[in-house]
């Protein structure tokens, strides 16, 4: 089989397909490549000073083997893996999950090579509470891999109490040890106090790399490698698309066109980057897309301290779904959105529909089909109906989905939300506005040191009867 590609197709951006009004034209196309060349070349040299390490996680061998280690040691008897994390500790290990492993991959021991695995992101009581329930005679069967690089965000440190307890008091010290894994900082942090306490074994999140670079270093990787992804061959697919994303030929880096692209369209009234992709595997890809972009891009001052209030926002959409659901705004709403679509060539299996029941003529056109036929045809139709009423759209080919492909597409928007960051002139790389809601919650909650925070949240937490119907 030839080796995965793939590739970005932007020709429905521009002006001869949807006209002047709403696309780009080729002078303007020319000029976003002279503004974009020195991001490229500023995002190379911000790697090569060291200041930007997710660029360089493929290439880092330890991460990969330190990976396998754990993996190898905590495989045997290990029928679940759950994941405790949030936002980038967690999103990278749903995408990947759902992107290469079968849709009913918990479900059907024959359509798995390795545990069930779960990832909690959340705290709903009324889902942890279900799991629990479901988890509380498996225990010894089951591996908890607790993601926090800080040790101090809430949502997993409080299911990681709940678990740590029922651990304890089920199974013992010497169980609790055995059953948990922590990725966190190398050195510091309150995660990293409680594993050197515990003895608990650990991987590490690198230093300098933010929770939405990270699904390519042990965060994303251990629960891969535990489901039978082939993680060399992501890490190879990210490293094949390195080569392009850091040449400093506009026309021949993707990442440098998709930003000049998505960086245009925001600056002419359409500041909404709509990521659809047409295959459900790749769904899970649109949500850890939309908090690389939303955290990275969004802020309010620029890199010299004045207010800019930028940020594109980023709408996640299934093909053939979201057809029926949201196409109808896409197409007469405000043309205020650039559409990115997830095209795959050829699926890993496919399924052909049966013959029309005789009374159906009007089905005959179905009959004998590949499903993949219907699905591409209807992403097609959409893209279609859209440039008909002059909306921007771009398209991500996967030749098929495999490690590499993925790999690749996770690089290619890291490197794409780098240079759009320089483009917008921001810092993508800090998340202060997210900051002020984790204190309140330490406040709500009665944590020492921010009762002062407290008092100022009263007037939001108190009920105001007058408003209340
Ligand atoms: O991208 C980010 O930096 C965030 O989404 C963090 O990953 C998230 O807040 C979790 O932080 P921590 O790993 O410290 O628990």
Not at 117 to 130: A, H, K, R, T, Y
Not at 136 to 156: C, H, M, P, Q, Y
Not at 360 to 387: F, H, I
Request: with cysteine.
């Amino acid at each position: 089989m030839s080796e995965t590609k793939i590739s970005l197709y932007y020709k429905n951006v521009m002006a001869d397909v949807i006209g002047e009004e709403h696309g780009i034209t080729k002078a303007q196309l020319q000029d976003l490549a002279e503004k974009t060349v020195p991001a490229i070349v500023e995002c190379n040299n911000q790697r090569k000073a060291g200041k930007i390490p997710y660029r360089d996680l493929p290439y880092v061998e330890s991460y990969a083997k330190d990976v396998k280690a754990v993996a190898a040691e905590i495989k045997d008897g290990c029928e679940n893996f759950v994941v405790l994390g949030i936002g980038g500790s967690a999103l990278g290990n749903i995408a990947l999950q759902a992107a290469l492993n079968p849709y009913m991959y918990n479900m059907d021991e024959n359509q798995r090579k390795g545990p069930r695995l779960f990832v909690f992101d959340n705290v709903d009581p009324m889902q942890l509470g279900s799991f629990l329930h479901w988890v509380g005679d498996k225990l010894d069967k089951t591996i908890f891999n607790v993601i926090s690089k800080s040790g101090r965000t809430a949502e997993t440190a409080s299911q990681f109490l709940v678990i740590r307890e029922m651990l304890l008091e089920k199974l013992g010290a010497d169980g609790f040890q055995k059953q948990v894994v922590a990725t966190t900082d190398a050195n510091a942090g309150t995660m990293r106090k409680i594993a050197d306490d515990a003895k608990l074994r650990t991987l590490v999140v690198p230093d300098g790399v933010g929770g939405r670079f990270s699904v390519l270093s042990p965060v994303g990787l251990l629960s891969a490698a535990m489901c039978g992804i082939d993680i060399d061959e992501l890490l190879a697919g990210a490293a094949k698309m390195d080569e392009l994303c850091s040449k400093e030929d506009f026309f021949a880096n993707p990442a440098a066109i998709n930003a000049a692209i998505n960086w245009h369209f925001y600056n002419r009234q359409k500041p909404i980057s709509v990521m659809m992709p047409y295959s459900y595997a790749l769904k899970d890809l649109s949500d850890w897309y939309r908090q690389l972009w939303a955290e990275s891009l969004g802020k309010t001052k620029d890199l010299q301290g004045n207010d800019v209030f930028v940020g594109p926002t980023p709408v996640k959409a299934l093909g053939t779904t979201d057809q029926h659901s949201q196409v109808q705004l896409y197409r007469e709403g405000p043309n205020d959105k650039l559409f990115t679509f997830l095209q795959v060539s050829e699926f890993s299996s496919d399924v052909t529909m049966g013959a029309e029941p005789q009374v159906a003529p009007e089905l005959d056109y179905l009959a004998g089909q590949k499903m993949s036929k219907l699905l591409n045809a209807e992403k097609l139709a959409t893209e279609y109906a859209l440039l008909h009423d002059k909306r921007p759209c771009m398209t991500v080919l996967f030749d098929r989905i495999d490690a590499s492909a993925i790999g690749q597409f996770i690089y290619l928007f890291e490197v794409t939300t780098s240079i759009a960051g320089l483009l917008f002139g921001i810092d993508a790389y800090d998340q202060p506005a997210v900051e002020l809601g984790k204190e309140a919650t330490f406040a709500l909650m009665g944590r020492e040191g921010f009762e002062e925070l407290a008092e100022k949240i009263k007037p939001v937490a108190d009920i105001d009867g007058d408003y209340l119907i």
